[in-house]
């Protein structure tokens, strides 16, 4: 059952992989010159995973086999990104966003949104947000020996992604091209094909009725009467909207410095999530030796020492810096999004932790990361003059920002468990 789940996983991830970094590639093209939808290609995300618990919940958990809804999502999923290039047409900056930024920030969230490139892309990610739920749930249902095993399934994944970033150097034009749509596509209409020869798994909830609350994981809230708790939800909102510089522009800037291996800045990208294999591998090591609050500050401070090697290499353009930049992703995604996941399961009672860790997703991959993708989609074209960007400042901003947040976080935060714990 492992190999099964592991096919799944690595075409997963392969087929978001294969687009979602080299996405800005194809838009920034001397043809397309769509370079005022990048913030809101990378906001459709962010929306999709606000709204894929009400699927799951109303949905995919009543009236359909697990192993069915996925098949549906990523069917339609993979139609949509094949489609997707077609859509494309130019989108500049509007005059209106150097004169009154929130105004400027308003018409350019407004007009883009409408836009049909971000329509399809939105409809794919409305599709392919709720699988990620639905494999976790797929997998801890059928592996015997779940806390093992899945961590091995879920490393195909993030292989899997690598794999995707490196097929797009071996196109046609690289990270500019239009067949990274289609290869991403087919392989989720391929995987979704697959989905149908997995094990029958019905509907965990069938019958049941749900609330409201439920689904958005409202009964989590009784959590913040831990002042702990309240600082980590705070600081992880907070920590998201930086990173939502990294998701959206560091291709563009290691394609800007010209030190992308095989001339494919897609392919460098690739070293971070390799690095994150390592790093998850070394985390359960970490965690009982310095424990959460250091995991924590460790992860964020990792994001201060990215964006700040990241601000001295614009000017010098140095590979080694940059390429460090890149390979802090491990510390940067285990440390910080996989630890904090830890620290829920740990703090939340049984019978509201699958609630406490949807709110964690809504609070961090939905609400933080689309409005950090409005901040920084701004921030950038404050950035640019004459189609140029400085991305000296535009990396320093969200060094200095992270800082504020981590040493925050080093401050206030205390871990009672642990705090109880020395004192016995």
């Not at 919940?57 to 999923?77: C, E, H, K, M, N």
């Not at 206030?412 to 109880?420: L, N």
Request: with cysteine; hydrophobic share 55%; net charge positive.
């Amino acid at each position: 059952m492992m190999i099964r789940l592991s096919i799944l996983m690595f075409f997963q991830y392969f087929a978001m992989g294969a687009w979602y970094v080299s996405a800005t590639g194809f838009m920034l093209r001397s043809d397309i010159q769509m370079d005022g939808l990048v913030f809101a290609v990378y906001s459709v995300g962010p929306l999709a995973a606000i709204f894929s618990p009400f699927f799951i919940g109303l949905v995919a958990d009543r009236y359909l086999p697990t192993q069915t809804a996925l098949a549906i999502l990523f069917i339609a999923s993979g139609i949509l990104l094949c489609i997707a290039p077609a859509m494309a047409s130019p989108f500049g900056v509007p005059d209106v966003l150097h004169q009154n930024w929130l105004a400027g920030r308003l018409t350019m969230l407004w007009t883009s949104m409408r836009h049909p490139f971000v329509l399809v892309l939105l409809g794919h990610m409305l599709c392919f947000m709720p699988t990620i739920s639905l494999t976790a749930s797929l997998s801890f249902r059928h592996l015997k020996h779940r806390e093992k095993e899945f961590p091995v399934v879920r490393v195909l994944g993030t292989i899997g992604w690598i794999c995707g970033n490196v097929a797009i150097s071996f196109l046609p034009g690289k990270d500019a091209s239009a067949l990274q749509f289609g290869l991403a596509g087919m392989s989720a209409c391929g995987i979704g094909l697959y989905c149908f020869l997995l094990p029958s798994t019905p509907p965990p909830l069938k019958g049941q009725r749900v609330t409201f609350g439920e689904i958005i994981g409202l009964g989590s809230l009784r959590l913040f009467r831990s002042p702990a708790f309240t600082v980590f939800i705070v600081a992880s909102f907070l920590t998201v909207i930086p990173h939502s510089a990294y998701s959206a522009f560091a291709r563009s800037f290691v394609e800007a410095s010209h030190v992308a291996p095989f001339g494919s800045a897609t392919f460098a990208m690739a070293f971070g999530q390799a690095s994150e294999i390592i790093f998850m591998l070394v985390m359960p090591f970490c965690v009982s030796r310095i424990g959460v609050k250091w995991m924590l500050a460790i992860g964020m401070a990792a994001w201060v020492l990215r964006f700040g090697l990241f601000a001295a290499a614009a000017e010098t353009q140095s590979a080694w810096m940059i390429m460090s930049g890149i390979l802090l992703h491990g510390v940067c995604f285990g440390f910080f999004f996989v630890t904090g996941m830890m620290y829920v399961d740990r703090t939340a009672p049984p019978a509201i932790r699958n609630q406490a860790q949807g709110f964690l997703v809504l609070v961090t991959q939905g609400l933080g990361m689309f409005t950090g993708a409005q901040i920084i989609g701004g921030w950038e074209q404050y950035q640019t003059v004459a189609g140029v960007i400085n991305w000296t400042d535009f990396w320093l901003s969200p060094a200095i920002f992270a800082a504020i947040i981590t040493l925050g976080f080093v401050i206030c935060f205390r871990d009672p468990r642990k705090d109880r714990k020395q004192s016995e």
